[in-house]
């Protein structure tokens, strides 16, 4: 059995039309959305609305850790659109999930980042897209979890939860062969940027179920450049799958 693996798509179509090839199955751990790209900022829905020049700044507040400035910028550029600002985000952001949807091989796996809109989803789905959040899916013989989203963080993202709702969802899907996720577990090394050069959000109920069920593997994104791209936690291999966007290359799992 051999399936691939992909997260932080953000955008990356022509790629994404590629990631099953030689797979039985695709699974995807969200952040399907390019919303902000740091590195094209003529590229994704903010420089569709405001154009990449306002892009180019809105990026430097937020790498300056600037975010109430970012926040108070944002909402200036909101109140020059013409017509409701919320509606033309989430026609963009439809727009983009048309494309990505469209773009998906199947069978697909998936569940949700932290930059994604998940009440959008159903409406861009195809057969044999399976979207699972707090579930399990039989694959090839074994068992896979899927937990998504992300924790509350300073940058303010638009699928983050708190953390008991995130616990949740691990117990809920219990002891698995594979536990997939959006977000690593709470492991510093794991956690650390080192191109952004700071420590993103990690799951300390994730740490646990890990600690507690050994699955063979625990894959995540969200980090892009990490310091660590795969930490071993007793008997399992927690790993990061890699940031699609720039690579274009899932990660081979095999069995």
């Known amino acids: 059995m051999r399936v691939h693996v992909v997260s932080d798509v953000h955008g990356r179509i022509d790629a994404l039309r590629r990631a099953g090839d030689g797979a039985d199955a ?27 020049d306002a892009a180019r700044e809105f990026i430097a507040l937020r790498t300056a850790q600037r975010f109430d ?27 983009q999930y048309a494309e990505l949807f469209a773009a998906m091989p199947t069978p697909s796996y998936l569940t949700y980042g ?6 959008m989803w159903a409406a861009h ?8 959040d707090g579930e399990r899916a039989e694959i090839g013989g074994l068992t896979f979890g899927f937990v998504g989203g992300g924790l509350r963080s300073i940058y303010r993202t638009p699928n983050e939860i708190d953390d008991d709702t995130y616990a949740a969802k691990v117990e809920a899907v219990g002891a698995v062969d594979v536990l997939c996720a959006h977000i690593p577990p709470d492991v ?21 179920a890990v600690h507690r069920t050994q699955p063979r593997y625990l894959l995540f994104g969200h980090v892009h450049q990490p310091l660590a791209t795969r930490a071993t936690i007793g008997g399992t291999q927690c790993v990061n799958v890699g940031h699609f966007r720039a690579s274009g290359t899932p990660h081979v799992l095999q069995w």
């Open 26 to 52: 695709l699974i995807c751990l969200g952040d399907l959305l390019a919303f902000l790209d740091y590195a094209d900022p003529a590229r994704g829905i903010f420089a569709e609305l405001y154009g990449a």
């Open 69 to 95: 400035e970012a926040r108070a910028m944002s909402a200036r550029l909101r109140a020059t659109l013409d017509g409701d600002p919320a509606a033309q985000l989430e026609a963009a952001a439809h727009r």
């Open 114 to 119: 932290n930059v994604d809109i998940p009440p």
């Open 125 to 132: 789905l195809r057969p044999g897209q399976q979207v699972l």
């Open 188 to 208: 510093p090394d794991l956690l650390y940027d080192t191109v952004a050069r700071r420590m993103e959000r990690g799951s300390a109920a994730l740490l646990a």
